[in-house]
């Protein structure tokens, strides 16, 4: 029986200036998994995502988490977010403490740990996220991308068994956004459910193990990535483009270059290690040789 943790039946909002945001989402997230969620600049992301640990509450429709309807009493509500944790797209509407190490306390202190089981998880959050270096400093004279870090670290103390990240690596430079990603595969691998939301498909579709795709408070598609990305009138419909791993392993195999009968690669390694396959495969010329030492 597939274990479902966390999802929403025919969800439905606007927020109070009348624009309708959400349109009856439908969703269903398997425990463990890794969800990229797309869409274009306001089809509904980060509405979804503040109706999945009750900061928004549906106007119509219900979230389910662990099977159970969510209820918007203060306790429950305080028991959903310690299980579901959002890190918000604009990390200064998260932050609210004045330094490094007290905002990423705040969360855990309030759980009712020990000092000391609070001191041992902001520091693992804070070696995760690489924040150490500037743990007492005020958080507003650090840039975006160092507090986008904090606001993850501050979610990652609070252990939660569902990890929302609303676009957590914008405004992030390279190195960092290499790291994060293999933070986010480590805490996974502990079966840790995340579900991120992205602009970059080239990102979801190596990382995601399913991807949805949001267009105007609707989902409208909802698949592994090698066939969502693969279907040309699903990324036209949703203003979306074909990931370049997807496109030159497609060319490689039009020009026969590529063995038959193997999926897509979705990393680099597994690019690679079908070209080199392939490679193989291939029997030089002895002309080719010889003209080559010429
Ligand atoms: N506080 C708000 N008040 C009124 N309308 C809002 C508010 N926040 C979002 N909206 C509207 O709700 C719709 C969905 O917005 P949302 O922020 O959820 O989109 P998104 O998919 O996260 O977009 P982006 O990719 O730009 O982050 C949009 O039409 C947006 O203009
Ligand atoms: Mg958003």
Request: hydrophobic share 40%.
């Amino acid at each position: 029986m597939i274990d479902y943790i966390i999802g929403a039946k025919d969800l439905q909002f606007g927020y109070p200036d009348g624009t309708t945001a959400l349109r009856g989402i439908n969703l269903d997230i398997e425990k463990g998994h890794k969800i990229a969620v797309l869409g274009a600049n306001g089809a509904g992301k980060s509405t979804l995502f503040l109706h999945l640990n009750g900061i928004l509450r549906p106007e119509k429709g219900k979230v389910i988490f662990d099977g159970k309807e969510v209820r918007y009493d203060s306790r429950s509500l305080m028991q959903l977010r310690r299980s579901v944790g959002v890190v918000f797209q604009d990390p200064d509407s998260q932050i609210f403490s004045s330094n490094v190490l007290q905002e990423i306390s705040f969360g855990p202190l309030n759980l009712g740990l020990s000092k000391q089981e609070v001191m041992q998880r902001v520091d693992a959050a804070m070696e995760a996220t690489s924040v150490n270096e500037f743990k007492h400093r005020p958080v507003h004279f650090l840039s975006y991308g160092q507090k986008k870090r904090v606001s993850i670290a501050g979610i990652l103390a609070m252990h939660p068994r569902v990890l929302i990240l609303d676009e957590p690596t914008a405004g992030l430079d390279p190195k960092l956004i290499v790291q994060t990603t293999e933070l986010f595969d480590s805490i996974n691998k502990e079966g840790i459910t995340i579900i991120i939301s992205t602009h970059d498909v080239d990102f979801a579709y190596s990382w995601a193990d399913r991807v949805l795709i949001m267009n105007q408070g609707q989902i409208t598609c909802e698949g592994r990535p090698e066939k969502v990305f693969s279907n040309q009138s699903v990324l036209q419909e949703n203003d979306l483009t074909s990931p370049w791993m997807l496109d030159v392993y497609k060319e490689l195999r039009k020009k026969g270059w590529l063995v038959e009968h193997v999926s897509p690669p979705r990393t680099k390694d597994e690019l690679f290690s079908l070209i080199n396959q392939a490679g193989k495969k291939v029997e030089v010329p002895i002309m080719s040789k010889v003209s080559a030492m010429e």
